[in-house]
């Protein structure tokens, strides 16, 4: 089996026939601009509805609450988010799952108690990648 086809077990699909939506989650991702990774993520989830790409939606949707200092909404998506992307083979579509799921299980143990409103929570950030995006 190729490097290809072990980071890419879960789903088969080439680079060039990875969504456009799914490309421009990762750039706005890595920018820091959460709302816009929902929006685009959210039109290609309603075409293809599945809960892999609804993992990333709440995983840009958490870190968006988090921006605006609401835990309790952050770390329930958080989680919500982890539990769905370790249902898909790590190297599914070019991501490695279960590190970013890993990830979100860190930053929600250590989010400061629930509030919903105040301060922005500041926590160390991850790059996304997938393959053919650094």
Not at 64 to 91: D, I
Not at 108 to 134: F, K, N
Request: proline share 5%; charged share 35%.
């Amino acid at each position: 089996m190729t490097s290809m086809e072990r980071e890419n077990k879960g789903d088969k699909r080439e680079f060039h026939d990875t969504p456009d939506e799914y490309r421009a989650y990762f750039e706005h991702f890595n920018r820091g601009e959460y709302y816009e990774c929902h929006e685009v993520m959210e039109r290609l989830w309603l075409r293809e509805k599945n809960r892999f790409y609804q993992a990333l939606i709440q995983l840009a949707v958490a870190l968006y609450h988090l921006s605006r200092g609401n835990t309790e909404g952050g770390r329930k998506l958080l989680q919500a988010a982890e539990e769905k992307l370790r249902e898909v083979p790590p190297g599914h579509m070019g991501m490695d799952t279960h590190a970013v799921a890993d990830w979100c299980a860190e930053r929600r143990v250590a989010l400061p108690p629930d509030r919903r409103w105040g301060d922005p929570v500041s926590i160390p950030m991850r790059r996304l990648t997938y393959r053919g995006v650094e």
